[in-house]
């Protein structure tokens, strides 16, 4: 725990202006003096970042900095400033260039600037959110280094006999300070970088052991993002995992979301290809994007999981109920499954019952729960 954090004691240099630059920093606790040879340019506080301007532009460093207290520093490695910048507006891109530039002449002539202005314009550039974003980020980097990312799984049930049939894989992420952080919000910030195949990674290892404890009947869904079906090495690394382990990736079905789907080229591709590995495809919240209707003629789904809102309001809002009915019946026509989402009470485990759906996931069946309860949950359904 708090093991990204590196400590210093007052006095200690960080680095030496002319050193190579390979990470910046954001002060955790303590205070830092930046300085060229004898004259303190500035003093940064918790909450600062700095050893930034070489990471972004690959120069030495411009400054020393030295702890002016005993300090606590998070590190952030240059892959996570140089993967941001890559994706950036070319607009800001180019801001930060400029700057920088301008920056560093400032820096390097004898002239009479104050060194105020200068850093309340580099400031101007990082603001708080993107700050805030950086840090959680590097935070989120060392979770999952040191396994603080969990999977936990939600049963699925079979609507027909009411039992347990497979399981959707859910990650968690347990803050050591703020708690558990919802996986909308670490997810997110995961997608936006490369981060995201290594939750990924977590979380098919996970399932391909908990699979191969299980009866073969059962099944695991899991959530998949663009950057781990644009990786092929990725995918080519689960599917040596799932053969030594003996499990078949018939049982791993990948839930592609609606919102994925912006390219029909480029989501088709994904498909055949995770198909030709033999994993079927589910679509993922369906019915709550655009394209609906034109998504199940271009894209070749085995299962559609028809997203929470139709079951939550299909009493309140007959119009829910009507199109539920027809998700059924098209589904049934097109040889797909059909999955929902978000069954919370009996009566609409019996609507849905009648209606022909095959599968129900949500609290009526079971809340989201870690491995060895699933173990010992399917070995009392096993001997029921
Ligand atoms: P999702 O794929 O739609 O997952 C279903 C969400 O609904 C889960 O939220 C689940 O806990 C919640 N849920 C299940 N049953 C019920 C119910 O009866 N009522 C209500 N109100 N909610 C229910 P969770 O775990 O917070 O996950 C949120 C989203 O984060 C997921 O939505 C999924 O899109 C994403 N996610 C979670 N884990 C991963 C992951 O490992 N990789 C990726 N790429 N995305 C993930
Ligand atoms: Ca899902
Ligand atoms: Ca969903």
Redesign the pocket.
């Given at each position: 725990m708090g093991s990204h954090l590196k400590f210093y004691q007052a006095g200690d240099i960080i680095f030496n202006q002319g050193e190579a630059s390979d990470c910046a920093f954001v002060i955790d606790q303590g205070k830092v003096d930046i300085f060229i040879e004898n004259e303190t340019l500035d003093t940064l506080v918790a909450g600062d970042l700095f050893g930034e301007m070489g990471v972004l532009d690959q120069q030495p460093r411009s400054t020393s900095a030295r702890a002016a207290t005993d300090l606590a520093l998070l590190e952030v490695k240059t892959n996570q400033i140089t993967e941001r910048l890559k994706s950036s507006d070319p607009i800001v891109k180019a801001l930060v260039r400029v700057l920088l530039k301008r920056f560093r002449s400032l820096l390097s002539s004898d002239n009479t600037f104050s060194t105020d202005v200068l850093f309340s314009e580099v400031e101007s550039v990082i603001e708080d959110e993107g700050l805030s974003k950086i840090k959680m980020e590097s935070e989120l980097r060392s979770a999952i280094a040191n396994q603080q990312i969990q999977?936990?799984y939600?049963p699925i049930n079979d609507i027909e006999t009411g039992n347990i049939a497979g399981f959707?894989?859910?990650?968690?992420w347990e803050h050591p300070e703020k708690g558990m952080i919802?996986?909308?919000e670490f997810?997110t910030l995961?997608?936006e970088t490369d981060l995201?195949v290594d939750?990924?990674r977590?979380?098919f290892e996970r399932a391909c052991h908990v699979l191969s404890q299980l009866p073969e009947h059962f099944f695991i869904n899991?959530?998949?993002?663009p950057k781990?079906l644009d990786n092929d090495l990725f995918l080519n690394h689960v599917v040596q995992l799932m053969k030594s382990k003996g499990v078949s990736p018939a049982r791993l079905k990948l839930?592609i979301?609606e919102t994925m789907v912006v390219d029909y080229q480029r989501a088709n591709q994904w498909i055949q290809k995770c198909k030709g590995l033999g994993f079927p495809i589910c679509a993922?919240?369906f019915g709550t994007g655009h394209s609906g209707m034109q998504q199940l003629v271009a894209l070749d789904f085995d299962v559609l999981?028809v997203?929470?809102v139709f079951?939550?309001n299909m009493y309140e809002n007959k119009k829910y109920a009507i199109i539920l009915q027809t998700i059924a019946r098209i589904a049934a026509d097109l040889g797909m499954k059909l999955v929902a989402?978000?069954?919370?009470e009996n009566a609409q485990y019996q609507s849905l019952k009648l209606l022909g759906f095959d599968y129900g996931?949500?609290?009526?069946?079971g809340?989201?729960m870690d491995e060895l309860d699933v173990f010992a949950l399917i070995k009392k359904e096993v001997e029921k």
């Open positions: 999977t936990v939600q959707e894989a859910l990650s968690r919802s996986p909308f997810i995961a997608e995201i939750v990924g977590l979380v899991i959530n998949v993002s781990q839930e979301t993922d919240d999981k997203d929470q079951i939550r989402e978000g069954v919370e996931q949500g609290y009526f069946f809340r989201p």
